[in-house]
Antibody, heavy 127, light 108 residues
Framework: EVQLVESGGGLVQPGGSLRLSCAAS????????MNWVRQAPGKGLEWVSY????????YYADSVKGRFTISRDNAKNSLYLQMNSLRAEDTAVYYC????????????????????WGQGTLVTVSS | DIQMTQSPSTLSASVGDRVTITCRAS??????LAWYQQKPGKAPKLLIY???SLESGVPSRFSGSGSGTEFTLTISSLQPDDFATYYC??????????FGQGTKVEIK
């Protein structure tokens, strides 16, 4: 059974830092691309960051670029999100999500969506 | 970024009703659309991918259709377990994934 378990959330002051972790089990973690997605209280879903299976390719949403760093340790089956210079608008539940791809015959590339999500960890940025 | 707009934002329905949720993209995304169900305090759950492909284990009362810029999620006969919020997501624009704002299905 695929399981993704986030941890590391909590209350932090504006300008502070936090490191989130996502422990994966039930699948070959090193073979899958992963993402972080967040959801502000009472709001919709916002993609935050992507990392390839090897960790060599990384993308960020503009809203977190330069402040957040995604990484992974395939030996430990773990995904991480280092969050620095936190702002009130970063307050949200953060989910890790596994990627599954559909092959696009027109472009020769895979189109990726999210097939499994963790239960989320709440980050509150407040003084 | 591609904007995704869902309608309605809230839908009141009864058990047994046929329910349809619409999702519109600001530009063509072919069939690269997924639908998720989210219950309060829980993670989103994948229901539909590639606009109309049913995820394994998802009841057949759920179906998706559409291509280009307009898509629908239909629940053929609403069940008590289906009261939740539903999100569409475009995955044509990689890695700029974007979601609709959500449609809450409430008990009438």
């Amino acid at each position: 059974e695929v399981q993704l378990v986030e941890s590391g959330g909590g209350l932090v002051q504006p300008g502070g830092s936090l490191r989130l972790s996502c422990a994966a089990s039930g699948f070959t973690f090193s073979s899958y691309e992963m993402n972080w997605v967040r959801q502000a209280p009472g709001k919709g879903l916002e993609w935050v960051s992507y990392i390839s299976s090897s960790g060599s390719t990384i993308y960020y949403a503009d809203s977190v670029k330069g402040r957040f760093t995604i990484s992974r340790d395939n030996a430990k089956n773990s995904l991480y999100l280092q969050m620095n210079s936190l702002r009130a608008e970063d307050t949200a539940v953060y989910y890790c999500a596994r990627v599954r791809g559909d092959y696009d015959i027109l472009t020769g590339y895979y189109k990726n969506y999210f097939d499994y999500w963790g239960q989320g960890t709440l980050v509150t940025v407040s003084s | 970024d591609i904007q995704m707009t869902q309608s309605p934002s809230t839908l009141s329905a009864s058990v047994g009703d046929r329910v349809t949720i619409t999702c519109r993209a600001s530009q063509s995304i072919s069939s690269w659309l997924a639908w998720y169900q989210q219950k309060p305090g829980k993670a989103p759950k994948l229901l539909i991918y590639k606009a109309s492909s049913l995820e394994s284990g998802v009841p057949s009362r759920f179906s998706g259709s559409g291509s280009g810029t307009e898509f629908t999620l239909t629940i053929s006969s609403l069940q008590p377990d289906d009261f939740a919020t539903y999100y569409c997501q475009q995955y044509n624009s990689y890695p700029r994934w974007t979601f609709g704002q959500g449609t809450k299905v409430e008990i009438k």
